[in-house]
């Protein structure tokens, strides 16, 4: 029998509503295991596939768990922006019996593997969908990283910090720093860095196959690694990030709700005419 896992905060009462909604489609065809990811833990079992309900937060943090299981996921938008999730409230029926009749596309994408060290010590190994970004702590003054990629010293960035996202993750801090757009299914780091002192400092694309690391320099400022926006570390001068590509991509499940470049006209507005006004003025 199909065994599913069905994820969402159940302290979201919206959340909360469209799980109990969906949960007698599913028992139709399927064993449901329900996973209230409010929890502190999310602990995962083995499954056919996972809906996650709720925002991109719930799909990054089911991510990290779903991708070295190899479970599909689909994502289904109960948030804010929502750039991860194909599926609204709406369509999920849809979906549902698009699972269930096997018309749908498994669309792996990139995930990173992060690893920050202090010497022989290990301060957090993860994987993660969107990005590991290296920051200034509390105090609103300039940070210095080395960037060394497959070894090679590039250059170091003065500045509030250093984005390393996946495809995925270029439309988040990445692209609010200033990053470009990647298409979703590439294969290619984006090294963006946040408000740099230097202006000729700019974005980087590099292939996925490479090795990056960042050291903090050592100027005695709060530093700290954020992945994902939910994994947190403190790190010290002379502490190493090193960020790979993951052995495992995230599996979504696409049914052909919408598009990737659907997806970028919606969220960001794209499209239309510009606001000239009613001025009849050449």
Not at 57 to 77: F, M, T
Not at 165 to 191: C, M, Q, W, Y
Request: charged share 20%.
């Amino acid at each position: 029998m199909t065994r599913v896992l069905l994820l969402g905060n159940r302290k979201r009462r919206e959340v909360c509503s469209e799980c109990q909604r969906v949960l007698p489609r599913l028992r139709e065809f399927a064993e449901v295991v329900e996973i209230d990811m409010s929890r502190a833990e999310l602990t995962v079992s083995d499954a056919d596939f996972a809906i996650v309900i709720g925002g991109d937060g719930s799909l990054l943090r089911a991510a990290r768990a779903l991708a070295p299981r190899r479970i599909p996921a689909l994502g289904v938008h109960v948030g804010r922006l929502g750039f991860l999730a194909e599926v609204q409230p709406g369509e999920l029926d849809d979906a549902i019996a698009a699972i269930e009749s096997g018309a749908f596309e498994i669309a792996p994408r990139m995930m990173i593997h992060c690893r920050a060290t202090r010497g022989d010590q290990t301060l957090l190994d993860t994987v993660a969908l969107n990005d590991a970004v290296v920051s200034r702590g509390a105090l609103s003054r300039l940070v210095s990283i080395g960037l060394y990629i497959n070894g090679e010293h590039v250059t170091d960035y003065n500045g509030d910090g250093l984005i390393v996202s996946t495809p995925v993750g270029s439309t988040a801090h990445s692209l609010a720093a200033g990053g470009p757009i990647l298409e979703a299914d590439l294969r290619a780091f984006v090294v963006t860095p946040i408000c740099p002192h230097t202006l000729t400092n700019r974005p980087l694309v590099i292939p996925a196959a490479g090795t990056i690391e960042m050291v903090i320099n050592p100027i005695d400022l709060p530093t700290a690694l954020t992945v994902d926006g939910q994994v947190y570390a403190e790190l010290k001068p002379a502490d190493r990030v090193t960020v790979t590509m993951a052995e495992e991509d995230l599996r979504l499940i696409k049914t052909g709700a919408r598009s990737y470049y659907q997806t970028l006209r919606e969220k960001l507005g794209w499209g239309g005419h510009p606001n000239y006004g009613n001025s009849t003025n050449p």
